[in-house]
């Protein structure tokens, strides 16, 4: 074991405590896959990742990235949170536009938003299909919803799996109660989604101010469009306070089907108590983009 450079950093907010936390080993390199997943399960985060020297020229970096679970391909919140700690631990990109990560579902560009501190990922492929009438009549059992409030669902792949479910109002997201035990069960991960209308925002979002104690903190962002809520039981994180990679596919879904505008905000952990804002652009190429700001909330080593 060694001293190994460490930052603990919070995703999805310009304010410490209130977004996704991330869990960063700067230097990655010597540990096996077992000393990994052993850390990640320790600091029993959604996600703690290991940076390590790139294999392909082209990539400014490598991440790998665990759960308390296991490893994942990609996920999002990692990927802002891990190139916010490569970058400000004097990390030099090969490109002015553009920072490279390599990671399991391949390369990844980030860029820069111009005019603030948020960094934005490029949303890898994604595949999607209708699921099962089965798998959905037993994921609306396990959420407590009725089958009216579902307007659309898709199986979503863009390295995580998930089921995404557009719903029929934010209400109805922000008052789900799912059984856990019963998501963990089926294996499957499940994103819920619903627009805000412009002239009922106002209203709701003090509601879920009083019930979260929390949302002040974001006061400088602007109103979301969109509720967000991630429920990864199957992996041992039963709610996801906000979720890079879920974002990324819903919004690849949704503006593809016409269910949301180019660009738009959404809110994700309030039921957390957290005020995670996610920003989405698609740009003219047709290219998804997945933005938020990151904030170093502990720098310091970690024996491993």
Not at 264 to 275: H, I, K
């Amino acid at each position: 074991m060694k001293q190994r450079a460490f930052k603990q950093v919070d995703v999805f907010t310009p304010t410490p405590y209130f977004g996704n936390p991330l869990a960063v080993v700067m230097d990655g390199s010597g540990l096996d896959d077992a000393a990994m997943q052993r850390f990640a399960k320790w600091t029993n985060l959604s996600e703690t990742t290991f940076l390590l020297p790139p294999t392909d020229a082209s990539a400014d970096y490598h991440v790998r990235i665990f759960t308390p679970g296991g490893e994942l391909p990609f996920a999002g919140h990692p990927t802002l949170g891990s190139c916010h700690s490569w970058l400000e631990a004097g990390g030099q990109p090969h490109s002015k536009d553009f920072i490279v990560q390599e990671c399991k579902v391949g390369l990844v560009k980030i860029r820069r938003e111009t005019g603030s501190k948020r960094l934005a990922f490029a949303a890898p492929a994604l595949k999607r299909s209708a699921p099962s009438p089965a798998l959905l009549a037993q994921v609306a059992g396990a959420l407590g919803l009725k089958a009216t409030s579902i307007l659309a669902a898709q199986c979503l792949d863009n390295g995580p799996m998930w089921l995404g479910l557009l719903l029929d109002s934010p209400e109805t997201v922000l008052q789900l109660m799912p059984d856990h035990k019963a998501l963990a069960k089926l294996g499957t991960k499940v994103g819920v989604v619903a627009r805000y209308p412009r002239d009922e925002t106002a209203p709701l979002i003090a509601r879920a101010n009083r019930e979260a104690k929390a949302f002040a903190a974001s006061a400088a962002e602007t109103a979301p469009d969109f509720e967000v809520r991630a429920f990864a039981s199957p992996i041992g994180v039963d709610e996801d306070p906000v979720t890079g990679s879920l974002n990324a596919s819903l919004a690849q879904w949704l503006i593809a089907e016409g269910h949301a505008p180019e660009r738009y905000t959404a809110s994700q952990g309030v039921c957390l108590g957290r005020a995670g804002q996610v920003h989405i652009e698609r740009d003219a190429a047709g290219q998804v983009w997945v933005g938020g700001e990151s904030v170093t909330c502990v720098d310091g080593s970690v024996t491993l």
